[in-house]
C-alpha cells in the first residue's frame, strides 16, 4: 500500500534536527532522479544501502515461522526491469547506536511498522530494528519520522561504519570497569558521515564492552573492538581502552587482534578516526571479497599497521570534539524512576523460573535488568507500545537492544518485579529462558535475505516448538545455557561461529534434486568477548538438525567432565567421534520426500541457479565422488589440526581444494594429478568463463584455491592451518553449487 505523505515534511520540520532533514531531502531527491532515469543504478545502490534500504527476497508470502504476510499492494511505477526495489516492498534497517531507546522512540517504531511493514519490527544481531516489506517510495517519510525522534538510518547499511554496538547492561554490570554508553555514543556519532569514513571497499563495525570477560560486547569478533579498562598514572585512576582491530566473522572468520592494551578515552575518537583513514586509503576497493579491514590487517601484519596508524594520528589536525564530551561522561549516570525494593518470596514456579533466566542484579543495590526474550528476534507494534508503557511505568525509559536479538529493562527496583511479570506475561513477553538453548539467534535467511540457502528461522522456529514441548525437560541446568546461533548462509549474519551449537545453510543433492542442508559448527565460544570460532564438522539435512542437537546436548550431558564447557568437550571428544556421532544423519533418507523440502516451507526446495536432476533413476556421477572425496580431505585436515600438526593440515586443505577442483575440470575431460594443469584448467573452464562465479559473491572462493597454489609449500602454523580449512570448506561447498548449477534441468513454462 503506498502510503506516503508528502504532508509529513511539513508536518515534522520543526522537529526535525537540520542536518537529518537534509540528509532525507538529499535521499528524496535522489529516489526521483533514479525514477526519470538519470542516476545511474549502480550509484543510487550505494546510496541508498547507506540510508539503511535494501532490496529483498519475495516467495509466497508466507515466512518460515508459519506466520501468513500482510501482503501490500506494489506502486505503479514505469517500468524498471524485474525484481527491482520499484516492483516490490524491501527492507528498511534503522541504526540505534548501543541499542538505547525511549519510549516515544519505541511507539515510533511501532506506528512505522504497522503503517508501513507488516505489523512487525525485527531486532538484528547488531541492536538495530529491521522493518521489512517496506516501499522505497515510503522511506523518506519512514526516516523523517524517525529522525523526529532522534534517530537515523544513516550508514545503517553500505561501504561505512555500521551501527555502534555495546554491552546492553553498560552502567550496572558489577564486573565493568566503567559505562562505555556514552563513549559509544559519541563515537557512532562522530564517525557517522565523517569525511575520513566515506571512502572505504566495505563495511567497518564497532563495538564497545565493559569487561574483558563476558561476552555482552563481542569486541573480538569486530573491525575495531573497545574493552573498558582503567589504570593509575600519578596516583589517579585513568580511564582508557583495550582496542582490538581486524576482526570479522563473514565465510571465513578472523579474530581481532590487540592493537593497544591502552588508549585513553582522550585518544579514542582520533584513533578511530586514523584508522579510519588508513583503512580508506590502503583497502581493498576493486575485489570487495577481500576489502574489510581483517583482510588489510592480515597483508599488512599488525606492526606496519600500527605504524601507519599511528603517523596518520600525528597528521591530523586537532578537534574540540574529541574531549569536549569527557567530563559529561565521567559524570554520566542513569537515574532510577522508583526506589530500591527487596523481593518478597512469590510461591509461583512460573514466575521463579522466569526470575532465575530473564533477571541479573544490577551492582546498585535493590535494582534489576531484565530480559524480554523475544521468539527470533520479532516484536509486534501492539507490544511494542506495551513495552513503551512499562518502561514509562517502571523506570525512566531505560531499555536496550541486545545483540541476542532481545531487550533488557534496567533499573527495574526488585520490589516491582512481580507486577511487571504480570504486565509482560499479558504482552505475551514473559517467556522464561533468555540466555538460554532455546534462545535461538537466526538471521533473516531465505524469508527475506537474497543470499540465503536454507531456512534459519524456519529451523529456528521449529527448535523453539520442539523446546516448548518438553525437549528441555531432562537436560541439566549447563546444558540448558548452551546457545545455537543459525546463519542461512557462510555469511554468519546469525553468529554461527561464536555458538556453543552453531548452524550455517548450505546445499547439496540428494537422488538428483537439490536438498537443504545445514553444516555444523561445534564449540564456538561465547563468553570472553567471543574468545574463539568453532569449525565445521558435517553438512546435515536441514530436517536432520533437531536430531543432531538431541544427540549432542545428550551427549554432552552425560559424558563432559565437572565444570567442562561444550568448547572443552567437543575437543576432548574429538572431530572423528563428533563425525561418527553425526554421520548417519548426514544421509537424506531413500524415498523420502520431505527431505526435499525446507523447514516452514512446503514447497520442494530450490534456489534461482538450481533446478531438478534426472529422475530415472539414481545417478552417481565422477564429479560426485570428487567433491566426495575433497570434503573427507577437509575433514582429516580438521583431524590433523586437532592432533597439532598444523602444516599437515594446511597441505591437506590445499590437496582438498585440488580434488574439488579436478571433478569440476572433469565434466570435460580428465587433467590428470598435476596441480599446475589442475589450477590452470579450473581457472580457464570455470573462473575465467564465470561459470563458478556464485550470483552473490562472484569468484570469491575461487580464489581461496589460487592462493594457496601460489605457495603450496609455504609454512603453517595454527592459525594460517585453520584459516586454510575454513577456505577449504567454502571452495568446495562452491564446487558443490557450480555442479547443482550445471547439472541442474531446465524448468519448463
Not at 252 to 273: K, T
Not at 717 to 731: P, V, Y
Request: charged share 25%.
Amino acid at each position: 500500500m503506498k502510503v506516503s505523505n508528502p504532508a509529513w515534511k511539513d508536518r515534522l520540520s520543526e522537529r526535525l534536527p537540520e542536518n537529518l532533514a537534509r540528509e532525507v531531502d538529499i535521499f528524496e531527491a535522489e529516489i526521483g532522479l533514479r525514477k526519470q532515469g538519470k542516476l545511474d543504478e549502480k550509484l543510487f545502490a550505494e546510496t541508498r544501502l547507506r540510508r539503511g534500504v535494501y532490496g529483498q527476497r519475495y516467495d509466497n508470502g508466507q515466512r518460515s515461522d508459519g506466520r501468513v504476510l500482510r501482503r501490500l499492494p506494489y506502486p505503479e511505477h514505469p517500468s524498471k526491469g524485474p525484481n527491482t526495489l520499484w516492483d516490490a516492498p524491501g527492507m528498511q534497517r534503522i541504526k540505534v547506536p548501543g541499542g538505547g531507546l525511549s519510549a516515544a522512540q519505541l511507539e515510533t517504531i511501532a506506528e512505522l511498522a504497522e503503517e508501513y511493514s507488516d505489523g512487525i519490527a525485527h531486532i538484528t544481531t547488531r541492536q538495530d530494528f529491521q522493518l521489512h516489506y517496506v516501499h522505497i517510495e515510503n522511506t523518506p517519510s519512514v526516516m523523517r519520522r524517525l529522525a523526529a525522534v532522534g534517530i537515523t538510518t544513516r550508514e545503517a547499511c553500505g561501504n561505512a561504519v555500521r551501527n555502534v554496538t555495546a554491552c546492553p547492561y553498560a552502567g550496572v554490570c558489577p564486573d565493568e570497569a566503567f559505562d562505555v554508553s556514552p563513549y559509544a555514543t559519541r563515537l557512532a556519532w562522530h564517525l557517522m558521515g565523517h569525511p575520513d569514513c566515506q571512502d572505504f571497499g566495505r563495511k567497518f563495525k564497532p563495538a564497545f564492552s565493559g569487561c574483558g570477560n563476558h561476552a555482552c560486547g563481542l569486541a573480538k569478533i569486530h573491525d575495531l573492538g573497545l574493552v573498558a579498562v582503567t589504570r593509575e598514572e600519578n596516583g589517579v585512576l585513568q580511564r582508557g581502552f583495550q582496542m582490538y582491530v581486524g576482526g570479522g566473522l563473514g565465510p571465513v572468520p578472523y579474530q581481532a587482534q590487540l592493537f593497544s592494551d591502552f588508549i585513553p578515552v582522550a585518544e579514542l575518537l582520533p584513533m578511530a578516526q586514523a584508522i579510519g583513514r588508513v583503512y580508506a586509503r590502503l583497502g581493498e576497493k576493486k575485489n570487495r571479497n577481500r576489502a574489510r579491514l581483517k583482510f588489510l590487517l592480515h597483508d599488512l601484519g599488525l606492526e606496519k599497521f600500527r605504524d601507519l596508524v599511528f603517523a596518520e594520528r600525528q597528521r591530523l589536525e586537532p578537534d574540540p570534539r574529541w574531549t569536549d564530551y569527557l567530563a559529561a561522561a565521567e559524570q554520566n549516570q542513569e537515574a532510577a524512576l522508583r526506589p530500591a525494593g527487596e523481593l518478597s518470596p512469590s510461591g509461583s514456579e512460573k514466575f521463579e523460573r522466569w526470575l532465575r533466566a530473564n533477571t541479573r542484579a544490577q551492582k546498585q543495590p535493590g535494582y534489576a535488568a531484565v530480559t524480554i526474550k523475544l521468539p527470533l528476534g520479532d516484536i509486534t507494534a501492539r507490544q511494542l507500545r506495551q513495552l513503551a508503557d512499562m518502561v514509562r511505568r517502571y523506570t525512566c525509559e531505560t531499555v536496550r537492544t541486545t545483540v541476542e536479538q532481545n531487550f533488557v529493562i534496567r533499573w527495574v527496583s526488585r520490589g516491582d518485579l512481580p507486577a511487571l511479570y504480570a504486565e509482560l506475561e499479558a504482552a505475551h513477553l514473559a517467556e522464561p529462558g533468555a540466555g538460554g538453548i532455546a534462545d535461538i539467534v537466526s538471521c533473516p535467511g531465505t524469508d527475506t535475505c537474497k543470499l540465503g540457502i536454507s531456512s534459519s528461522r524456519g529451523l529456528a522456529a521449529e527448535l523453539r516448538r520442539q523446546f516448548a514441548q518438553g525437549a528441555l525437560d531432562d537436560l541439566d541446568e549447563a546444558t540448558r545455557k548452551l546457545r545455537i546461533k543459525i546463519s542461512g548462509c557462510f555469511n554468519s549474519c546469525g553468529q554461527h561461529h561464536i555458538a556453543d551449537l552453531g548452524f550455517y545453510g548450505v546445499s547439496r543433492k540428494a537422488a538428483g534434486q537439490a536438498a537443504p542442508h545445514f553444516q555444523v559448527v561445534l564449540g564456538g565460544e561465547w563468553e570472553d568477548n567471543a574468545g574463539a570460532y568453532g569449525l565445521p564438522i558435517a553438512a546435515v539435512p536441514a530436517k536432520h538438525i533437531p536430531e543432531v542437537v538431541r544427540r549432542l546436548t545428550r551427549r554432552f550431558q552425560a559424558d563432559r567432565q565437572p565444570g567442562q564447557s561444550f568448547r572443552g568437550f567437543v575437543q576432548s571428544l574429538g572431530r572423528s567421534e563428533l563425525k561418527a556421532l553425526l554421520e548417519d544423519l548426514t544421509r537424506v533418507p531413500a524415498g523420502d520426500a520431505s527431505f526435499l523440502s525446507d523447514w516452514g516451507d512446503p514447497r520442494v526446495y530450490s534456489l534461482e541457479d538450481m533446478g531438478v536432476g534426472e529422475c530415472a533413476g539414481e545417478v552417481i556421477s565422477p564429479v560426485e565422488f570428487d567433491l566426495a572425496a575433497a570434503e573427507r580431505q577437509v575433514f582429516e585436515a580438521q583431524l590433523a589440526l586437532e592432533r597439532q600438526q598444523p602444516q599437515a593440515a594446511g597441505q591437506m586443505a590445499y590437496r582438498a581444494m585440488l580434488q574439488g577442483a579436478k571433478g569440476l575440470v572433469k565434466l570435460n575431460h580428465n587433467p590428470g594429478d598435476d596441480p599446475a594443469r589442475i589450477v590452470a584448467e579450473f581457472r580457464a573452464q570455470y573462473f575465467d568463463t564465470r561459470l563458478f562465479f556464485d550470483p552473490f559473491v562472484g569468484g570469491q572462493f575461487a580464489q581461496y584455491l589460487f592462493a594457496a597454489h601460489a605457495s603450496p609449500d609455504r609454512a603453517h602454523d595454527a592459525a594460517s592451518a585453520g584459516t586454510l580449512i575454513r577456505e577449504a570448506q567454502l571452495f568446495i561447498d562452491a564446487c558443490h553449487g557450480c555442479y547443482n548449477r550445471l547439472s541442474a534441468e531446465p524448468v519448463e513454462a
